[in-house]
């Protein structure tokens, strides 16, 4: 990811969004805090140079790296990681409402949040980006069906009073290649082919 970030913004290679799947791990962002990773020895734990604090992933999410020089698609030629992240979250957003999902933005906390009623919440999708040399890397995760206990292992993403859920536990079945076919259309209405 990083020799394809630096190809990008040398040049050399045009942006690139890859879409995966990983083992089960733990990831620290940058702003991870020792007192969250509540297993340290449940699955192997990755420091990332990503914004953000510790988050799962695994089998049934769908990670998807997001490289886009950002300076190339600024009007100013300053790269502006505030209308990144409104874009990705909107990506999200748009890709659930493909499968009935309302997904929601919550002000101080960044990623993609469900309401299951009576006032409850949880997250169904999180964002942790880089950009250097104004190309963004890293990017979001999507739970589809992963295991949710795999998330207790961590405080995920540092918010203690809410929990996470899936595509799955919220009653939709779909197949991960359904899923990618929703990504990439509405990836494409956000930020272009």
Known sequence: MEARVAAIRAGE??????LLEHPPIYTAGTSAKDDDLLL??????????????FTYHGP????????????????????????LVRGLEQWLI?????????????????????????GQEAKI????????????FHGISLNVAPDLSHY???VACGVREHGLTSLK????????????QALKRRFEAIFGA
């Open 40 to 53: 340290p020895n449940r699955f192997p734990v990755f420091r990332t140079g990503r914004g953000g604090q």
């Open 169 to 180: 536990s919220l009653g939709v079945t779909t197949t991960m290649a359904e899923v990618d």
């Open 125 to 136: 999708a999180a964002l942790g980006i880089r950009v250097r040399r104004g190309v963004s």
């Open 94 to 118: 748009d890709t659930l409402a493909d499968f009935g999902v309302a997904g929601v933005r919550r002000d101080g906390r960044v990623g993609v949040w469900v309401e299951l009623g009576r």
């Open 13 to 18: 290679a045009p942006e690139l969004v890859w």
């Open 152 to 154: 207790e292992g961590i």
């Open 60 to 83: 049934g999410q769908r990670i998807a790296y997001v490289m886009l020089d950002l300076v190339a698609r600024s009007k100013s030629g300053a790269p502006d990681l505030r209308a």
